[in-house]
Antibody
Framework: EVRLVQSGGGLIRPGGSLRLSCEAS????????MSWVRQAPGKGLEWVSV???????YYADSVKGRFTMSRDNSKNTLYLEMNRLRADDTAVYYC?????????????WGVGTLVIVSS | VMTQSPATLSVSPGQGATLSCRAS??????LAWYQQRPGQAPRLLIY???TRAAGIPARFSGSGFGTEFTLTITSLQSEDFAVYYC????????FGGGTKVEIK
């Protein structure tokens, strides 16, 4: 069974830092690409970042320069390092991606982790 | 930019529903549809515009190419009332704003 187990998240003050983790099982996260997607309360889905097989990363303009996505192949785990957090970063953060190289859609999703940025 | 319409669709159980997704530029067939129930992560329904993901019932079907795409749900079941998102993966990764399918 393919699965993504997320950890991290919580309440953090504006300007603070937080690291999210996403451990995969049943597939290899380095096979194709993986992403972080977030959803602010009552809002739609927003793509945040992507890491390709080559370790190349790209970010949404809203987080560029503040967030860093990385991957540890030995642990089959993704990370999202979030710095200089702002109130509008408050959201449920999902790791997601294709579990293989059959297609590019996100057929595996973590359950999400809530990040609240508030003083 | 991905634009979904309508924002909300009121449908009676057993009736059908047609959801639209428009891309601001040509995305070929690189489009997926997701279903999100309250409190849950999104679930992949359709990829490559028209291919059902594993385990998705045949009442869900997708069509379209280029800039105009449609998700059709025939005979809505109670578990189908949810929010649906389209996503393009032709050029970066972008989600539409979603369509909420509610009980009429």
């Amino acid at each position: 069974e393919v699965r993504l187990v997320q950890s991290g998240g919580g309440l953090i003050r504006p300007g603070g830092s937080l690291r999210l983790s996403c451990e995969a099982s049943g597939f290899t996260v380095s096979t194709h690409y993986m992403s972080w997607v977030r959803q602010a309360p009552g809002k739609g889905l927003e793509w945040v970042s992507v890491i390709y097989r080559s370790f190349t990363t790209y970010y949404a303009d809203s987080v560029k320069g503040r967030f860093t996505m990385s991957r540890d192949n030995s642990k089959n785990t993704l990370y999202l390092e979030m710095n200089r957090l702002r109130a509008d970063d408050t959201a449920v953060y999902y790791c997601a991606g294709p579990s293989g190289d059959l297609h590019d859609a996100f057929d595996v999703w973590g359950v999400g982790t809530l990040v609240i940025v508030s003083s | 930019v991905m634009t979904q319409s309508p924002a909300t669709l009121s449908v009676s159980p057993g009736q059908g529903a047609t959801l639209s997704c428009r891309a601001s530029g040509n995305i070929n067939g690189n489009l997926a549809w997701y279903q999100q129930r309250p409190g849950q992560a999104p679930r992949l329904l359709i990829y490559n515009a028209a291919t059902r993901a594993a385990g998705i019932p045949a009442r869900f079907s997708g069509s379209g190419f280029g800039t105009e795409f449609t998700l059709t749900i025939t005979s809505l079941q109670s578990e189908d009332f949810a929010v649906y998102y389209c996503q393009q993966y032709n050029n970066w990764l972008t989600f539409g704003g979603g369509t909420k399918v509610e009980i009429k």
